[in-house]
C-alpha cells in the first residue's frame, strides 16, 4: 500500500507521451511574407515535417497561399516598412502583443529591422521566448540621417529582452557591440548565412555562347547598388558590344531606396538594361546568367550570391559586409568598391576579358565554398539545438 503514492507522484512526473504532447508551435514574423517563403523554406519544411504548428507574421502578400499550402498558418501584420510615423510603428507593436497572447507560441523568431524591434518587445510583454534574427542591417548603418538614429536607439532598448540575437556576419555583430546596442552581448551569435539548399540550387554549366550576360538579382533599391550597375552598363556597353546587363526583382517595393518602374522603364527604351520583371523562381536565369552581380552598399549574406555559386556563376559584388563573406576576391568572383561606378566597372571589365577556362573554375570554386561554409542543413541544426533549449522539444 505504501508504495502506490509513490507511484502515483512519479507517473504525475513522467513525460508526456508523443500521442498526449502538445504540439511545438513556432512564430515566424517578418515585414514581408515573401522572404519567409523565399529564403527560410528550408526551416519551415523541416518545422512542418515534424509536426509544428508555424505561422507566419507578416503583411499579406502572394506567398501567403504557398506558405498555407506547406502548412503554414499565415497572420496578416501591418508595417510600415517605409514610415516613421510612431502611430502606425505603435500599431504594429500592439498587434504582434495581441497575436502572441492569442496563439501562444512556444518561441517566435524575429526577421528585419521593425519586427526585430517591436516584435521583441511584444513578446516581452506577452511573456513569449524570442530570437532576434539580424537579417542585414540596412538604411541604419549606410545612412547618417535622423531615422537612423532613432533605429540604432530602438534597437538598444528592444535587444534587452530576446534570448539570443543572431547575426548574419561578423561585421554586423561587431558593429552592435561597438555601437553598445545589445544590453547582453553575451546572447549575440554568429548564424554565418542563412544557408542555401544545395539540392534545389545544383551546379549547372555555364553557357557556351558568344553573348555574355551579367544578371542583378534582388529588390531593386538605390542601396544595392543598381544605379552603379546602370551606369558601368552604359560605359561597358561600347567597349563589349556582346555583354548583356540585366535587372531580376521587383519594383517600386516598400523601402525608402526604392527604384520605381519609371526608372526602369528609361533605362529600358535607352537600351542600357534589359529588365526581366520578377520571380518565384530565379534558378532559370542564373542558370542563363554568365555571372551574377550585386554592388550592394551592405547585406547581410545575402541569398542571390548564396545560390548564384552553388550554381556555379563567377559573381562580381562590393567588399562590403555580407558581400564579401560569399565571394572570395580572385577565388569564386571579384570584389570592387561601393559607389564607385568606375570601381565596379573595372571588375565587370575584368570578368569579361578572363577566358572561358578560368570562369569554369571560379565557378567550380564557389560550389565547393558553398558547400562546405553555407549548407542550409547546418543553419536548420541551429534552429533545432534553439528551440530544444528554449522548449524542450525537438524536431
Known sequence: MNSSPARTDAAANAPQSAAHRRALRVALVCNTAWAIYTYRRGLVRALTDAGAQVTVIAPRDRTFEPLAAMGCRCVELPVASKGTNPLDDLRTLLALYRHYRALKPDVVFHYTIKPNIYGSIAAWLARTPSVAVTTGLGYVFIQKSRAAQVAKRLYRFAFRFPREVWFLNRDDEAAFKEGNLLAHPERAR??????????????????????????????????KGVGEYVEAARTLRVRYPHARFRLLGPVGVDNPSAISRDEVAAWEREGVIEYLGETADVRPYIADADCVVLPSYREGVPRTLMEASAMGRPIVATNVPGCREVVADGVNGLLCEARDTASLGASLARMLDLDGAARAAMAERGRKKIEKEFDERVVVQRYRELIREITGSTF
Not at 539548399?197 to 538579382?217: M, Q
Open 190 to 223: 554568429l548564424l554565418h548565412g542563412e544557408g542555401v539548399d544545395l539540392e534545389d540550387f545544383p551546379f549547372t554549366p555555364l553557357p557556351e555562347r558568344e553573348a555574355f550576360a551579367f544578371v542583378l538579382i534582388g529588390r531593386l533599391l538605390w542601396d
